[in-house]
């Protein structure tokens, strides 16, 4: 649960500004925010091949799915996702009932109907388990059929590292990703397990839930005045742009998150501030996903990738500390120069 600290504690480190604050979110909203009509475009095609894929349910071996359980995934679901609209997640929840797949940490039992039909299908299983590869290979052969990929020229795929199919619409400029998953509910005191595809043609599943990710977010978010998101979309603004890209979405959104959560918020240039001190040190250890269900968030980042991207929190740090300097002595221009080091165009 997050500790809501006195504002006052904080006044110290960086007051607020409403001059300060307007020119950060008119930036964002030029340049940082999804539109509207970018959010609404999105739902409606995740919407879109969600009911075209729960049409082939089982029809032409397309894999079966669970009724109404698939659901949208991601940053573009969490509501961190920043400009560009070129990415948006899909989970597609099959109907596994009694397939022959394994967890050694605890038992539990897939959702599905009586007599799951993955369970009666032995071309997906090696060696006695269920392949999450060859159900993958199956989903990216079936997503020709849906007629959205036809009527917009869209192509199908498998993603590079084999863990999801993919629907890219030049057209749009815009990508999603299908995952299939399965479902187990049956835990004591634990979250939900959503498996998906190991990848790189491993038969395995790796588990994950993305609906812990966002509740648990969306939940801080509320907590702290609707600021915590906006704040986390324009930190990764500053990782695409000046930090080279070298954080993982999801690795930066929970350094955001943890940062913070012990802080008032009151402003998104306070916020930004604390985030930027928050990184340099939280960069400097693992940063265990929240979730308790994977690896940690950061076990792909190279040493050479962690210190530069802790050089580059340093310089925001900065260029924060003099703003929020110029900001108090009433220097304006002075302050907007110091935010222009770490978002140019502001």
């Not at 940053?75 to 996702?81: E, K, N, V």
């Not at 190279?302 to 220097?331: M, P």
Request: aromatic share 8%; glycine share 10%; hydrophobic share 40%.
């Amino acid at each position: 649960m997050t500790v809501a600290l006195s504002s006052a504690a904080h006044a110290m480190n960086h007051p607020y500004s409403s001059e300060e604050e307007a020119a950060l979110s008119a930036f964002r909203a030029r340049d940082v925010d999804l539109t509207r009509e970018d959010t609404g475009f999105g739902r409606a095609l995740r919407d879109v091949v969600i009911q075209q894929c729960e049409g082939l349910s089982g029809r032409e071996s397309f894999p079966p799915l669970l009724s109404g359980r698939s659901f949208g995934a991601g940053s573009f679901a969490r509501r961190t996702l920043c400009r560009p609209l070129d990415d948006i997640d899909v989970y597609l929840v099959l109907d596994a009932c009694g397939a022959p797949m394994s967890d050694d940490r605890q038992t539990y039992r897939l959702e599905g109907s009586a007599a799951g039909p993955l369970a009666s299908d032995p071309s997906l299983e090696v060696d006695g388990w269920i392949s999450s590869h060859l159900v993958l290979g199956r989903l990216v052969s079936g997503l020709w059929a849906p007629p959205v990929v036809a009527e917009q020229r869209g192509t199908v795929g498998m993603s590079d590292k084999g863990k999801s199919a993919f629907l890219s619409f030049p057209r749009w400029q815009v990508k999603v990703d299908v995952t299939p998953v399965l479902w187990a509910t049956n835990f004591v005191n634990s979250i939900d397990r959503y498996y998906m595809p190991q990848g790189r043609g491993s038969i395995w599943w790796k588990a994950t839930n993305p609906k812990e990710d966002q509740r648990r977010l969306s939940e801080q978010n509320q907590l702290q005045g609707g600021l915590l998101l906006p704040t986390i979309r324009m930190l990764k603004w500053w990782n695409a742009n000046r930090n080279g890209g070298r954080l993982k979405g999801i690795h930066l959104e929970v350094l955001a998150e943890r940062g913070l959560s012990l802080h008032y918020l009151e402003g998104v240039a306070q916020a930004l501030h604390m985030a930027f001190v928050a990184m340099q040190t939280q960069l400097e250890r693992p940063c265990p996903d929240p979730t308790g269900l994977g690896p940690p968030l950061d076990c792909n980042l190279s040493q050479v990738d962690r210190t530069e991207s802790t050089r580059a929190a340093q310089r925001a740090h900065l260029a924060t500390i003099g703003a929020a300097d110029r900001f108090r002595a009433g220097d304006v221009p002075g302050g907007l120069a110091n935010w222009r080091e770490v978002f140019p165009g502001l």
